[in-house]
């Protein structure tokens, strides 16, 4: 079966833009997550989504935004963009979520700002 | 707070040798502990995971690990190492629940090089 799709794979924003990724889940996963990577941090949780809700929230700023739509497909969103939002944003998947069940990553965006 | 520390930040290994990738924890709740694997430009992929039961978990490509709740450990191991495992590990535990859902906290991860 396909696996976690996101787009786009790379892009470059300069500061003060905002930026929208999108994730496509695993056919029949209705829990998705996103973590934000960077060498410093390492993976940091950003939120996960079930059925269209937010369920949890990391410590990051309102900039950064999300939502999860009926087909459960998720997008994510940043605004006014800083240096320091450069890193690899990936998105994962999991039938109920991810304590118990396993995550499914996609293979990432990395965002590049100017 | 529930919070993960890998000892090592780089493991180098030649080939055919045992290895060992250590991960400590600190939880207040429940523990669930999951290792993952990123291979180069690629996402995470689920190597073990412990959620109750046995101590020694064993998961995908010959890889074990051994929950140790009095060391609050859970470290990972494999026998003898091929070039293909040269990847990032990360130790996961679970954060802390927020109505229905919950997260996971990654350390911040192991990258182990094998060589011939």
């Known amino acids: 079966k396909a696996g976690v799709t996101q787009t786009p794979r790379y892009l470059i924003k300069t500061r003060g833009q905002q930026v929208t990724l999108s994730c496509s889940p695993i056919?029949?996963?209705?829990?998705v997550s996103w973590y934000q990577q960077t060498p410093g941090q390492g993976l940091q949780f950003l939120f996960e989504?079930?059925?269209?809700?937010?369920?949890n929230k990391g410590n990051f700023p309102g900039r950064f935004s999300g939502r999860q739509f009926s087909n459960s497909r998720s997008e994510m969103n940043v605004s006014t963009l800083e240096l320091g939002d450069s890193a690899l944003y990936l998105c994962?998947?999991?039938?109920?979520?991810?304590?118990?069940?396993?995550?499914?990553f996609g293979e990432g965006s990395r965002l590049t700002v100017l | 707070a529930q919070s993960v520390t890998q000892l090592d930040s780089q493991v180098p290994v030649f080939e055919e040798a045992p290895v060992e990738l250590r991960c400590n924890y600190s939880?207040?709740?429940?523990?669930?502990l999951f290792w993952y694997v990123q291979y180069p430009n690629q996402g995470l992929q689920l190597l073990l995971k412990?959620?109750?039961?046995?101590?020694l978990v064993k998961g995908i490509n010959g890889f074990e690990a051994e929950f140790n709740k009095s060391q609050t450990s859970f470290h990972l191991r494999k026998p003898s190492v091929h070039i293909s495992d040269t990847a990032e590990y990360f130790c996961?535990?679970?954060?802390?629940?927020?109505?229905?859902?919950?997260?996971?906290?990654f350390g911040k991860g192991t990258t182990l090089s094998v060589s011939s």
């Open positions: 994962a998947s999991s039938l109920v979520g991810p304590l118990t069940g396993e995550l499914f």
């Open positions: 056919s029949g996963h209705r829990s």
């Open positions: 989504y079930f059925s269209e809700t937010q369920r």
């Open positions: 939880s207040s709740v429940s523990v669930y």
């Open positions: 412990y959620l109750s039961g046995s101590t």
């Open positions: 996961a535990v679970n954060g802390p629940f927020n109505q229905a859902g919950t997260a996971l906290i």
